[in-house]
């Protein structure tokens, strides 16, 4: 497991940067907690039983501020499954941290591609986040579980 932050992005004088950790599955109790406060639900994805699985946690000091969960669609794209930041730790470029020590991860193994679904009226941060950072709206389509449109965004690693 790594614990070396992404190098690969600008991070301005106004953001924190917190450590980020790539986890075993023996997180997954923590995983599901911040998940619960974050998103209100207990399901954090189908299932952990995914090829390439990765999980990070980013710490603030000794405590976990955010997650995130990736692993492998396909042979060419590495897909973001779920991720979030507890409320206290917002808007410190956490979730923009994670998001792209996950990219590097990909890139490192061989991905072209990095993928993610988002529901923009439930979480506006990920699309704007997406966009901001160049992502492409590949597919719209109406989710009825969350009664919401859920965006696919795409880029290119």
Do not use: H
């Not at 996950?102 to 490192?108: P, Q």
């Amino acid at each position: 497991m790594s614990s070396s932050p992404a190098q690969n992005y600008p991070v301005s004088q106004s953001v924190v940067r917190a450590r980020i950790e790539e986890v075993g599955l023996d997180a997954v109790g923590m995983i599901r907690q911040m998940n619960a406060a974050i998103f209100n639900e207990e399901r954090v994805i189908n299932t952990f039983d995914r090829e390439d699985l990765t999980i990070l946690i980013a710490w603030m000091d000794t405590e976990p501020a955010g997650f995130k969960i990736g692993y492998r669609e396909n042979r060419f794209v590495f897909y973001s499954a779920k991720g979030g930041v507890l409320p206290q730790y917002r808007r410190r470029g956490l979730a923009r941290q994670l998001l792209f020590y996950m990219m590097d991860e990909a890139r490192n193994r061989g991905y072209v591609r990095f993928a993610y679904d988002t529901f923009p009226n439930r979480d506006r941060g990920m699309t704007v986040l997406g966009l901001n950072e160049d992502f492409r709206v590949v597919k719209a389509d109406f989710n009825k579980t969350y009664n919401d449109w859920r965006l696919r965004f795409e880029k290119r690693l």
